[in-house]
């Protein structure tokens, strides 16, 4: 279990929880505390799916999908009947995911392959891939040489006119106060949302904590954070582009809030 001090989170979410004193405990949301936390808001989050199995039904084959998590995409993928393999590095998710598998249909859960791996390094015994999704803007949680070798293990895995999807966030607006968001899980429990980041910094940092009207009165408060680089699409298709795959399309997904624009990006090895 990862427990931090109040004082690493910064802005509205660090004033909040400081008020609880010693009775907050800080998790990272993929940890094994926050893994289900995560679960319960993939599970009622349908974003970006429609964009996703659109362009990946475009190019048939088997599909690689990195960072899969709980299976939030794994699942309409496998839907879309292509042989999936699924990786992912956190143990407390790679059993969340193998245990949706076990309660899918044989006939679906029986094409996946699970790995437990690192996205920025991984090595798939020669297995190629027509498809490579990393979703859910998950690119931004590497830094600059996570992202070279997760590229450079991409290019080794991708088949000859293979695609290489993958989405990420521009966010814009954020010198004023922090976002602040309510969202509920998929078994109806609230969650406040808090993303603290200011022009200029590489980092945003969302903090999960309960509402404060849910907030109980003694024992522990729950607090879950993660941090995200920003990634806006230009220079990410800049970067890609000096690591030898070329974005050839590029999709603008519904909007998650006020402040963030998603976007889908189609490379191919140039
Ligand atoms: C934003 S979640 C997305 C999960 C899933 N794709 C979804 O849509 O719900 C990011 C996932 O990436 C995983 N992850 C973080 N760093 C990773 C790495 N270096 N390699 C593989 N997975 C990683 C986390 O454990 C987490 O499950």
Known sequence: MTTTRTAAVPGLAGEILAGYGDRVH???LYDEAGASVYHDLAAADTSEIRELTRA???????VLE??????????????????VTALELK?????????????APAGIGGRCTVV?????????????FAVVVLGTTSISLLDADGRAGLYAAVRAHLRPGGRFLLSTVDVDGADGDDLDLEAAGASGRRYRMIEHWRSGQEVRKVTILPPERETPQDGPVPAFTTAIRVLPPDDL???????????????????????????LLEAEAA
């Open 91 to 103: 143990e407390s998710m790679v059993a969340l995911l193998k245990e949706r598998l076990a309660e």
């Open 116 to 128: 437990q791996g690192d996205m920025s390094a991984f090595a798939l015994g020669g297995a190629t």
């Open 56 to 62: 990946v039904r475009a190019v048939p084959g088997p």
């Open 26 to 28: 800080v998790h990272d």
């Open 237 to 263: 298709t800049r970067e890609l582009a000096s690591a030898g795959l070329r974005v050839v399309a590029r999709h603008t997904l519904p909007a998650a809030s006020p402040r963030h624009t998603d976007v």
């Open 66 to 83: 990195l960072a899969a998590g709980s299976g939030r995409l794994t699942l309409p993928l496998l839907a879309l009947g292509r042989e």
